[in-house]
């Protein structure tokens, strides 16, 4: 079994920030990418941005200069930074991570269960 667990959403006001985590525990071998993506109210999921295992990032267009994707390989901890938040930001926040796990040979998508962030005056 593989879980992942987001933390550190919330309510901030707009132009604050959040700092989210997302750790990834259980019979893990190795994990590729891992990243963040959102689901606003009647929304489709959306990508934020992703993270490789040698830490080379990649961020949707809303998302550059605001939010920064980070990563602790030995914790198999990814973080995401958000700065300057705007109200159009609220939604629930999903980890995610392509991994191998123990005995597997073959990568598959894991998911976190979200965390709420809302972001409004």
């Known amino acids: 079994q593989v879980q992942l667990v987001e933390s550190g959403g919330g309510l901030v006001q707009p132009g604050g920030s959040l700092r989210l985590s997302c750790a990834a525990s259980?019979?893990?071998?190795?994990?590729?990418?891992m990243g963040w993506y959102r689901q606003a109210p009647g929304k489709e999921r959306e990508l934020v941005a992703t993270?490789?295992?040698?830490?080379?990032?990649s961020y949707a267009a809303s998302q550059i200069g605001r939010f920064t994707i980070s990563r602790d390989n030995a914790k198999n901890t990814v973080y995401l930074q958000m700065n300057s938040l705007k109200p159009e930001d609220t939604a629930v926040y999903y980890c995610y991570a392509d991994l191998i796990r123990l005995g597997f040979s073959v990568a598959y998508d894991h998911w976190g269960q979200g965390t709420q962030v809302t972001v409004s005056s």
């Open positions: 993270i490789t295992s040698g830490g080379s990032t």
């Open positions: 259980g019979s893990i071998f190795r994990i590729n990418l």
